[in-house]
């Protein structure tokens, strides 16, 4: 295996940011598919920083550094997948529900599941129920993920997903929730297809939820 592939993935573990854009650029110059580049280099990293992070080996600031280091390198990379005609794994409209302005969880979601392959269009938070309709309709992503942090504003993800089933789109999206006081029992009584209790496991289920694993 290519002595670079290592490197990309050592650098985004170790959140080395103004490294990868270089890293990449020299991956793409030997001539290796850019696939590859993303699935056997980067890919590997953005795992093992998910791994660590679920054992308590790493946390929230250097997880932050990592997923930056990962965007720094796709700034490079994406469009040399786009012309390579690479299908990413699919479209995740984010946001934190109306009410709601705690972020950074699902910030952390959004940066690891585009590390994993998604395109992620974040909303941001405070997020109305129409809002996520308006998104849904215009990105047609294959899963909507929102947000949590205040158990007032849990409700709202439940109201979110009332009205994207009376808006009729139900069957076009699956639904992932998060957030500290959202569970998986409080995520299937509302409706949603899945819960994840943090960011690598938003990305399993993501992944699972669009059939990629
Ligand atoms: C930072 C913070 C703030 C910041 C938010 C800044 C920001 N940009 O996000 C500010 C100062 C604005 C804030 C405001 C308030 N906060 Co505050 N805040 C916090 C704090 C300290 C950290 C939250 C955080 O970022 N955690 C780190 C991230 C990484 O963890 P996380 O959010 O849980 O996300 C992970 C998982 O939950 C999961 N996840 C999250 N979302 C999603 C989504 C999907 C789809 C999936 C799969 C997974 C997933 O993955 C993430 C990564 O692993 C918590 C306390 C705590 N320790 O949690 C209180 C806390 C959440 N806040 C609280 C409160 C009460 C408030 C205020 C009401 C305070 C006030 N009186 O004004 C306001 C509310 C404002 C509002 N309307 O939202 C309470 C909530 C209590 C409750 N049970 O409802 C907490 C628990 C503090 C406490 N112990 O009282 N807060």
């Known amino acids: 295996m290519s002595r670079i592939y290592e490197r990309l ?7 080395k940011i ?5 890293l990449v650029q020299r991956a793409l110059d030997q001539g290796l598919p850019p696939k590859d580049i993303l699935d056997k280099g980067m890919v590997p990293g953005m795992d093992e920083v998910g791994a660590r992070f679920r054992r308590g080996d790493m946390f929230v600031p250097e997880v932050i550094r990592s997923a ?6 796709l700034g490079v990379l994406r469009p040399r ?4 005609g690479v299908e990413l794994l699919g479209k995740i409209v ?23 392959g998604f395109e992620v269009i974040d909303l941001g938070f405070n997020i109305e129920p129409d809002a996520f309709i308006v998104a849904i ?5 294959a899963v909507v993920g929102m947000s ?10 439940g109201y979110t997903i009332n009205a994207i089933r009376e808006a009729g789109l139900q069957d076009q999206v699956k639904i992932m929730v998060g ?21 690598p496991a938003g990305v399993e289920l993501a992944k699972q939820l669009v059939g990629a694993v």
């Open 9 to 15: 993935s050592t650098a985004i573990l170790e959140g």
């Open 18 to 22: 103004d490294r990868m854009p270089n």
């Open 68 to 73: 930056d280091a990962m965007q720094a390198g």
């Open 81 to 84: 997948l786009s012309e390579s």
């Open 94 to 116: 984010l946001g934190t529900v109306k009410g709601d302005l705690h972020d950074i969880g699902k910030n952390l979601v959004g940066m690891m599941c585009e590390g994993a």
């Open 137 to 141: 309709k215009e990105h047609q992503p």
């Open 148 to 157: 949590a942090l205040l158990t007032t504003t849990m409700r709202a993800m």
């Open 179 to 199: 957030g500290a006081p959202v569970d998986a029992e409080f995520a299937e009584r509302i409706g949603a297809d899945g819960y994840g209790s943090n960011a």
